[in-house]
T-cell receptor, first 109, second 114 residues
Framework: QKEVEQNSGPLSVPEGAIASLNCTYS??????FFWYRQYSGKSPELIMF????GDKEDGRFTAQLNKASQYVSLLIRDSQPSDSATYLC?????????FGPGTRLSVLP | DADVTQTPRNRITKTGKRIMLECSQT?????MYWYRQDPGLGLRLIYY???????NKGEISDGYSVSRQAQAKFSLSLESAIPNQTALYFC?????????????FGPGTRLLVL
């Protein structure tokens, strides 16, 4: 069974710090990788996606992909209390998305 | 108006009752999905449809059925609800014509089965 794993957290960081969220996946044939943010009781919102090895930056967010290690991460720079949410990693295996359980991030003022 | 809508937003029902959750989208996407979310388990795929005549079972389809009435509408039915179907249900859509296919989610339906 294809799996996507994340540390459930909570991950606590002080305001202004860098938050680092990690995700590993089991299917080497996976094509694209997504990070979603989900506030409590709300629907997942897309933050960004990545499909090539290396880094991809979008504002305060940087996604990093290492296909050889089957590892994808999300860095949030200058973390704000409004970043406090659950972050879901999703992997497109070419047929469907497989979601990780999410990491709960808490940014402390 | 929201691109992906779900009705109802909240529902309380009793064991054995039939219930339908509805999803509509104005994004023009061809693909639609139903997920359920339980604490600690993430999002799990129930059913998905790549076009009006295509319906596929996901990871956890037992106890559920779906209907794709039109490109814009995808309904999920619980024929005889049971308490362990209490969960948050999300509809999602995607466009197969894009280079990197991204899923967009509706606001969710919170279902409680007593």
């Amino acid at each position: 069974q294809k799996e996507v794993e994340q540390n459930s957290g909570p991950l606590s960081v002080p305001e202004g710090a860098i938050a680092s969220l990690n995700c590993t996946y089991s299917d080497r044939g996976s094509q694209s990788f997504f990070w979603y943010r989900q506030y409590s009781g709300k629907s997942p919102e897309l933050i960004m996606f990545i499909y090539s090895n290396g880094d991809k930056e979008d504002g305060r967010f940087t996604a990093q992909l290492n296909k050889a290690s089957q590892y994808v991460s999300l860095l949030i720079r200058d973390s704000q209390p409004s970043d406090s949410a659950t972050y879901l990693c999703a992997v497109d295996d070419g047929q469907n998305f497989v979601f990780g359980p999410g990491t709960r991030l808490s940014v402390l003022p | 108006d929201a691109d992906v809508t779900q009705t109802p937003r909240n529902r309380i029902t009793k064991t054995g009752k039939r219930i339908m959750l509805e999803c509509s989208q104005t994004k023009g996407h061809d693909r639609m999905y139903w997920y359920r979310q339980d604490p600690g388990l993430g999002l799990r795929l129930i059913y998905y449809s790549f076009d009006v005549k295509d319906i596929n079972k996901g990871e956890i389809s037992d106890g559920y059925s779906v209907s794709r009435q039109a490109q814009a509408k995808f309904s999920l039915s619980l024929e005889s609800a049971i308490p362990n179907q209490t969960a948050l249900y999300f509809c999602a859509t995607s466009d197969s014509g894009t280079g990197v296919e991204t899923q967009y989610f509706g606001p969710g339906t919170r279902l409680l089965v007593l």
